[in-house]
């Protein structure tokens, strides 16, 4: 249901940053932009929260160093109640991609992903969360 209330009016320069906003992002027009803008501040409210929520961590490092999968492995182990399923794939020779799927409270997955991400050896490691 899309209800139209009331117009927002905005200084030049906010209006300028949300027409850049726009454009870098294609959306359609601003009323998207602000929506998305709204939900995305509203489901980082939720994880200040603590509510449930369900994410994908992503975790890239050199598949040829074998402590990195053990150790996460065993991180995960730890974290079982929390963690739905572990995909991986080879990139290259070198390096692999690993992700996994998650739902539980954003503090506990925030601490999965802090503990997954600072394995030495990970060369990059996201969690992106959102509502469940």
């Known amino acids: 249901m899309s209800v139209t209330r009331f117009g927002v009016s905005l200084d030049g320069k906010l209006l300028e940053a949300l027409d850049d906003y726009v454009s870098e ?3 359609a027009n601003r009323s998207r932009a602000i929506r998305h803008l709204i939900e995305k501040f509203l489901v980082e409210q939720k ?3 603590d509510n449930i929520v369900a994410g994908a961590l992503t975790l890239v490092f050199d598949h040829n160093k074998t402590d990195i999968l053990r150790k996460s492995s065993e991180i995960q182990f730890e974290y079982k109640d929390f963690i739905l399923s572990t995909q991986g794939f080879y990139l290259n020779d070198q390096n ?3 992700i996994i799927a ?3 409270p954003s ?3 925030t601490e999965i992903s802090e503990k997954l991400i600072s394995i030495k050896g990970i060369q990059h490691g996201k969690l992106v969360m959102s509502k469940a």
């Open 25 to 27: 992002n294609r959306f």
């Open 47 to 49: 994880w200040k929260c």
């Open 96 to 98: 692999y991609l690993q």
């Open 102 to 104: 998650v739902k539980g």
């Open 107 to 109: 503090r506990k997955l």
